[in-house]
């Protein structure tokens, strides 16, 4: 079963979603009534397969709403980032050609700056924007009905433009309807993570990044429920956490660090033995922060490398880990892992090169609009092996260690340095909140480290930098201790835990700041 009709039908009243902040519900019976009515509305609009649809709403409990109807209308749905400027999310808008528009009223200033795009449906969800129709009104016109023909329509997810101006990562229709399905996303939840009926799957990222947005089509599609959260607190986590005796949580590093950095009193009363999978990915996990949630949440960390693009991924349970501390895991299904240096030659066990992934089953993917972006991930002489950009390692049993992207590594003194060991070391310091590590211009070596920290909340800040430089230089090579360390109040993240390190690089490049 792949969308919310055949739940409706067996249990009307069971929960699909439900906002932990607030307690509110939708029932699976209110998700696949409205996401016909919705769909029923979007036709009658005018829209046909292949159309799309874009959404400006925040974890609300309708925001899987729009998902649903435009999987069961042949449409493309696209959640757009409410942290965007207007001109982003403009950009945006007019590059997916977004027929039909939903936005939720607290993101009316978003709205107003895209009033001048050719739309021929605008909602506005909980409350009045000007140019558009009342969400509840024009759902109410239409009836609980599914279209004459529901052919499966796509996410059309922009990448969250941390190494430049997003991308919509685009793939063809199949041509199959809503009830035959498109089982891949549902056989890697349920073989990777065991997601079934019974599952309660929380997260506290927002579903318009690809992965929230994946896990609840996927724990909606097998009938359980799926939790969310307006946004992440770590004390407000555990509390829903036993509240809703959750089996699934899906996770991000920054959030183990915030954790982590609890009192003990409070770590020790929270009750966690609900929890089967804790699912990480997103960023990379020091190794001693998730050996720590391992020692305290038992062996349910478990942790994944994948991309928006879908064109391949890695498992690894926390058995597995402890064993390859560091790994993100051997290739899942059917994907086969290849290393290779800028020649697309193939690198033999424990040499860093680019990873490529060979998927039989993965669906082609392209970036809309950009034929160059879009070849740049294909490999030179195998076009099926396609790249994130990322660069690692294979070790002899087939785990993959990643070392950094190609776009972030320093280049000083002609030796490549990466920030993510830089930072791994440093995030270990209890006076750290969090950190990156970025390349500034050096006249003599063309870069030189700096490290960019967001101090914890107790903090002795006077002399903090020096410290964070003697700790570093106490654990890694001379080379790789940064010289310049600036502290600042927060680091630019998207709240899916996803460091902007592009924007942190422009404005070191710009601006002149003050150096400890």
């Not at 965007?84 to 700056?113: K, P, T, W, Y």
């Not at 994130?388 to 992207?405: A, E, F």
Request: net charge negative; glycine share 8%; with cysteine.
């Amino acid at each position: 079963m792949t969308h919310p009709t055949p739940y409706a039908a067996r249990f009307p009243d069971k929960h699909a979603v439900v906002v932990a902040d607030t307690g509110a519900v939708l029932t699976y019976r209110e998700l696949d009534d409205q996401s016909k009515q919705l769909a029923q509305a979007w036709h009658a609009a005018g829209l046909r397969p292949g159309d799309h649809v874009a959404s400006i709403v925040g974890n609300h409990v309708r925001n899987l709403v729009g998902y649903w109807a435009a999987m069961r209308s042949g449409l493309y749905f696209t959640p757009i980032n409410t942290y965007l400027r207007h001109d982003e999310a403009a950009f945006v808008v007019e590059n997916c050609q977004a027929s039909a528009l939903i936005v939720e009223a607290r993101f009316a200033d978003l709205a107003a700056g895209l009033i001048h795009l050719p739309m021929a449906l605008r909602l506005s969800l909980d409350g009045p924007i000007d140019g558009h129709q009342d969400y509840d009104d024009v759902l109410a016109r239409y009836p609980a009905e599914p279209l004459t023909d529901e052919p499966l329509g796509k996410v059309m997810a922009y990448s969250s433009g941390s190494t430049g101006r997003p991308k919509g990562i685009k793939r063809p229709l199949t041509g199959a309807s809503i009830q035959d399905g498109d089982t891949a996303g549902l056989d890697y939840a349920r073989r990777a993570y065991a997601v079934g009926e019974d599952t309660v799957c929380l997260s506290p990222a927002p579903l318009y990044h690809a992965a929230p947005l994946s896990f609840a089509a996927a724990v909606i599609g097998s009938g359980g429920t799926f939790i969310i959260m307006e946004r992440f607190d770590p004390e407000r986590f555990l509390a829903a956490v036993a509240q809703y005796r959750v089996t699934h949580a899906l996770v991000v590093p920054t959030m183990f660090v915030r954790l982590l950095r609890l009192p003990a009193d409070v770590r020790a009363a929270a009750d966690v033995t609900s929890l089967r999978f804790a699912m990480h990915g997103a960023s990379p996990c020091p190794v001693p922060v998730k050996r720590a949630m391992i020692d305290w949440w038992g062996p349910v960390i478990t942790e994944y490398y994948a991309g928006s693009e879908d064109n391949g991924s890695t498992v690894i349970s926390s058995a597995e880990w402890l064993k390859h501390p560091g790994s993100v895991g051997q290739a899942f299904g059917d994907s086969v892992i290849h290393i290779c240096d800028a020649m697309g030659v193939e690198q033999p066990a424990g040499t860093d090169g680019i990873v490529y992934f060979e998927s039989p089953s993965s669906r082609p993917f392209e970036y809309h609009g950009e034929g160059g972006k879009t070849s740049a991930t294909r490999h030179p002489v195998h076009p099926a092996w396609t790249t994130l950009g990322d660069v690692g390692h294979l070790d002899d049993d087939g785990y993959l260690y990643l070392t950094d992207r190609t776009d972030y590594m320093i280049i000083s003194g002609g030796v490549n340095i990466s920030p993510q060991e830089i930072e791994n070391v440093m995030i270990e310091h209890p006076d750290v909140l969090d950190v990156a590590v970025i390349g500034v211009p050096n006249e003599e070596f063309g870069e030189e480290v700096k490290a960019v920290v967001q101090p914890a909340e107790a903090a002795r800040v006077d002399d903090l930098p020096e410290r964070l430089r003697t700790f570093v230089h106490e654990r890694l090579a001379r080379h790789k201790v940064p010289r310049t360390v600036d502290l600042v109040e927060a680091l630019p993240r998207s709240p899916a835990g996803k460091l902007y390190k592009r924007q942190l690089r422009e404005k070191y490049l710009t601006t002149t700041h003050r150096k400890q």
